[in-house]
């Protein structure tokens, strides 16, 4: 660390009793917002010296990528090393599973090599459960076919936060693909949780009308909930989780849903447009939309890092033996 410099590093939190990070869907408001201060406190301890901290000196992080990821995969592994932590990348494309090793043996065979976290993505709903089960060191889910993705969910609501001081009271609509969006579940309950107005609006076929019992508004017009939206979080849809096409065609799909330059002179002055990514421009949000002063999606990249630091030190940084 650099002389003369001081790094402020956050006190672990006395009430943080998780191994793993699973879902949100389990977490209490008070827990997500530790995760949220301790990744703002994280984030503030990094900026101010730019190099490495060493809260996870000696740990060892893997990644065990079952899914492709551009986003998830290089933040997570960036927060571990940030933290001072090793790093293992997994790749199933390149691995043994090639040659029939199973799942179970597979994680096993990565924890054998002495490692403290495992961060998981995999198509299959529950797979960081299960592992959860089978491994002794702590479980990260990076996304779990449609389940959830805790840390995206955690990430898009410290991004909203930053910009609006406060979650609690504000309109979020979630627009798009929900049926198929992991990040979808993880934003419901995260901010649910934390008080603000959820609403799900695209075409009937990945909207449904269960989330009501829920609490969550459930809307098939964008146009018309729009005048009352703080923050748009637009979602992909994930034709690759569908076996037939939801929508006669991707044109009429963005006609109806596509955040446009034109949609946004229709929105309130101070709307958030977010997305997870990846985006496909010109479907549910057009490049000037993207590119535009409103658009906080490289935000989202970023604190990404801070939000998988401060999941990796609570889940990980007070084994015996690992200075806090
Ligand atoms: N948002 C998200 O999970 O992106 P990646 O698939 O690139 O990780």
Request: hydrophobic share 40%.
């Amino acid at each position: 660390m650099s002389d003369g410099v001081d790094v402020r590093l956050p006190d672990f939190p006395a009430n943080w009793q998780h191994r793993h990070l699973l879902d949100l869907e389990r977490l209490s408001a008070e827990e997500i917002t530790v995760l949220l201060d301790v990744a703002e406190q994280l984030q503030a301890a990094f900026a101010s010296t730019r190099e490495k901290l060493t809260l996870l000196k000696g740990c060892t992080i893997a990644n065990l990528f079952f899914e492709n990821s551009t986003r998830t995969r290089n933040s997570f592994s960036l927060a571990a090393k940030r933290l001072g932590a090793d790093t293992i990348e997994f790749s199933s494309g390149s691995s043994s599973v090639a040659k029939g090793e199973t799942f179970i043996d597979t994680a096993k065979t990565i924890e054998a090599m002495d490692v403290d976290a495992v961060v998981v993505r995999h198509s299959a709903p529950g797979t960081p459960h299960l592992l959860a089960r089978h491994l002794n060191c702590s479980v990260l889910n990076a996304g779990d076919g449609p389940h959830e993705h805790p840390t995206q969910g955690l990430l898009d609501i410290l991004t909203i936060r930053q910009h609006r001081g406060d979650v609690r009271g504000l309109t979020v609509a979630l627009v798009g693909d929900i049926a198929h969006s992991r990040t979808a579940r993880s934003n419901i309950w995260g901010l649910k949780k934390l008080g603000a107005h959820v609403i799900v609006c695209g075409p009937a076929t990945l909207v449904s009308r269960q989330w009501e019992k829920f609490g969550v508004e459930v809307a098939y017009n964008l146009d018309q909930i729009l005048p009352r939206c703080d923050v748009l979080n637009l979602l992909r849809i994930q034709f690759e989780r569908q076996a037939t096409r939801p929508f006669p065609s991707v044109h009429e799909y963005a006609l109806l849903y596509a955040m446009t330059a034109e949609r946004m002179r229709r929105s309130r002055p101070q709307i958030l447009i977010m997305a997870p990514g990846p985006i496909n421009r010109g479907v549910e949000i057009t490049p000037e939309v993207a590119d535009g002063p409103h658009s906080v999606i490289l935000q989202q990249v970023n604190n990404g890092i801070a939000i998988r630091m401060a999941a990796l030190w609570l889940l990980v940084g007070r084994r015996p033996g690992v200075s806090a």
